[in-house]
């Protein structure tokens, strides 16, 4: 089955700067790659996705890349805000869209 | 657009209760849920897949004669877990995703149903 490695784990980072998370997944299937801002006590909110026929998207500050050959996907926040402060949780979709495995979490804290 | 609703959002219960756990899709049709198990600080464990009219999909490990899920139409997901004992204490999150429209594969998390089991 599908595999998601997600690293850092913690990851503090001045406001204004930029923070990066990045996952790593093992089946080549996977073509879907969504990633989610959860704070405290609440629901995953989808913040970007891209799929495997791309290799970039952005969307103001957030960024992701897709290394669909090393099987790699990364989230890049610039301008980084206190209110950015959240767990972020990468993912991928496989076998039909069907089967997503998430990845452990990062949990971004952004000093003021 | 695309809200998921989940009630209750927290609840307590004695040990060998059953409680149950819904999950709606509020202004959508959701052939696919998603049921999820979230310990703190941990990451979204998947239980099972649900489809509309037919028998969920449970992930390895996960007993379905304890989790029972009934999906019974597009809007509606239950989760029911039965015999509740306190390591089934957790965070159950619900996800749904719609059917069709442009982007078939994303999915909309409700808002989760915290579980205390005594």
């Known amino acids: 089955g599908e595999n998601v490695e997600q690293h850092p784990s913690t990851l503090s980072v001045q406001e204004g700067d930029s923070a990066v998370i990045k996952c790593t997944y093992s089946?080549?299937?996977?073509?879907?790659f969504p990633w989610y801002k959860q704070e405290l006590g609440k629901r995953p909110q989808l913040i970007i996705d891209?799929?495997?026929?791309?290799g970039e998207k952005k969307d103001q500050r957030i960024a992701v890349t897709l290394n669909k050959t090393a099987k790699h996907f990364s989230l890049h926040i610039t301008e980084t805000q206190p209110e950015d402060s959240a767990v972020y949780f990468c993912?991928?979709?496989?076998?039909?869209?069907?089967?997503?495995?998430f990845g452990i979490g990062t949990k971004l804290q952004v000093i003021p | 657009g695309a809200v998921v609703s989940q009630h209750p959002s927290w609840v307590i219960c004695k040990s060998g209760t059953s409680v149950k756990i819904e999950c709606r899709s509020l202004?959508?049709?959701?052939?696919?849920m998603f049921w999820y198990r979230q310990f703190p600080k941990q990451s979204l464990m998947l239980m099972a897949t649900?489809?509309?009219?037919?028998?969920?999909?449970?992930e390895q490990g996960v007993e379905k004669d304890k989790f029972l899920i009934n999906h019974a139409s597009l809007t509606l997901s239950t989760l029911t877990v039965t015999s509740a004992h306190p390591e089934d204490s957790s965070f159950y999150i619900c996800?749904?995703?719609?059917?069709?429209?442009?982007?078939?594969?994303?999915?909309?998390f409700g808002p989760g149903t915290r579980l205390t089991v005594l």
């Open positions: 993912a991928a979709h496989s076998g039909g869209y069907q089967k997503v495995t």
């Open positions: 089946d080549s299937a996977s073509n879907y």
């Open positions: 649900s489809n509309e009219g037919s028998k969920a999909t449970y």
């Open positions: 891209i799929r495997s026929n791309v």
């Open positions: 202004d959508f049709q959701a052939t696919t």
């Open positions: 996800s749904a995703r719609p059917a069709g429209g442009q982007s078939p594969d994303t999915q909309y």
